[in-house]
């Protein structure tokens, strides 16, 4: 038996003699995420555990890093060589990084996981760069309007479908102990991601930022404020912090995305979801994560977790419990109805990303809100600054 134990012997003996494998030492992995709230806590830890619970080889733990750290955390990481394996990343995020070199090409698993075939055409553009692939698609999703059903009904108020019936029902809800709208506009990609679709709804183009319809959406949005319709606080505000603001009561309608439902039927209120009032059209900007393998990492364990997420029914359970969409067009029919409206505009949604110059322009469109508020700077100052940046 000594002997046995000193070779490093791979079986031991049962209660009845029988030889027993020893159990295996998997290799160890680590991803990095921003979920904060409780659902998309639980969601993660279920996920990882699952994936545990079917591969023989490997393990995978999940760690938190803050959103507005992310990008600082990896420069870090990649400094100090201490990057995890897999990250959970803001698909906006992605064309950058995979300029940059830090994520794996997993190429070759295009055809198993039918990225081309089975997923939004839109997202594409998150995860391929010059024809190679650097990441799955895991989720998506995009902005409506939130309303409180029992106070628009009291106020004999319809959900506005148009700038004009929205500007007039913000004001007429605003009472000074309560907006009549918020959103949020705090600087980076979330404000980015708010704005952004006022400015496509006036009529202009995800390549074309700071033409005349630019300028109109940030008088629009400015109108709203100095009436007293809207918070000026919306430039310090976060999208949780807007639905934490509608739940309790501050804001009768808010701008925000899916992710915000488990808040909202937690606190038990009555409310509905409509598309975002349209001036000339109505569009917004698709949001959502990717996963990605980070290049001299465990490549070969992380390929086989990207092929757990991306199964149908992994997929589906992860999205439906963390109140966003799956990506993969065949998983689109949510039994939620409050999802359908989300989902019926991931048709005419477009990247951000598109446009070469977004990682400068999503913090100036943050902060011309904020330059506006000041009186800094008027609508048409903000947006010649976007334009010049964008035809740079």
């Known amino acids: 038996m000594l002997l046995l134990l000193l070779s490093g012997a791979v079986v031991v003996c049962g209660r009845n003699g029988q030889q027993i494998p020893e159990e295996t030492v998997k290799e160890q992995m680590v991803i990095w995420c921003y979920y904060e709230t409780d659902a ?21 733990r999940w760690e938190y890093v803050p959103m507005t750290d992310f990008s600082k955390r990896l420069s870090m990481g990649y400094t100090e060589n201490s990057l995890p394996d897999l ?39 998150t995860v391929y760069d010059e024809g190679k692939l650097y990441g799955l698609p895991l989720n998506c999703n995009n902005v409506a309007l939130f309303y409180r059903k029992d106070i628009l ?54 390549h074309g930022i700071g033409g005349e319809s630019t300028v109109r959406s940030y008088e629009y949005l400015y109108d709203l404020i100095i009436s007293g319709g809207m918070d000026a606080n919306c ?25 915000t439902l488990p808040m909202l039927e937690e606190a038990g209120i009555s409310y509905g ?32 977790f990207i092929k757990y997420c991306a199964a149908d029914d992994v997929m589906k359970d992860f999205c439906t419990r963390t109140s966003v969409l799956p990506t993969k067009m065949t998983l689109g029919d949510s039994e939620n109805e409050k999802m359908q409206v989300f989902r019926r505009q991931m048709a005419s949604a477009v990247l951000r990303t598109e446009n070469k110059h977004w990682n400068v322009l999503r913090d100036r469109l943050s902060e011309g809100m904020y330059e506006m508020l000041s009186a800094e700077k008027t609508a048409s100052q903000v947006a010649d600054e976007l334009s010049e940046i964008n035809i740079k």
């Open 40 to 60: 998309q806590r639980q969601a993660m830890d279920d996920l990882t555990a699952g994936f545990n619970a079917v591969s023989e080889q490997y393990a995978i």
């Open 273 to 304: 979801i409509v598309p975002l009032p349209a001036d000339g059209k109505q569009q917004v900007v698709v949001g959502g994560e990717n996963i990605c393998v980070l290049r001299g990492k465990n490549t070969e364990g992380a390929k086989e």
């Open 87 to 125: 990250v959970l990343m803001d698909n906006p995020d992605m064309p950058y990084y995979m300029k940059t070199g830090m994520l794996a090409d997993i190429t070759d698993l295009e055809n198993q996981l039918r990225i081309r075939e089975d997923y939004y055409s839109v997202l594409l553009g």
């Open 235 to 259: 430039i310090n505000y976060s999208q949780n912090d807007v639905a934490r603001k509608f739940i309790s009561g501050d804001t009768v309608m808010m701008e925000n995305g899916p992710w």
């Open 153 to 206: 009904r009291e106020a004999g108020i319809e959900p506005p479908t148009d700038w004009e019936s929205f500007a007039k029902a913000v004001n007429r809800l605003s009472n000074g102990e309560q907006y009549g709208f918020l959103m949020s506009a705090i600087s980076g990609e979330q404000g980015a991601f708010q704005i952004m679709p006022w400015i496509l709804s006036a009529g202009e183009d995800i």
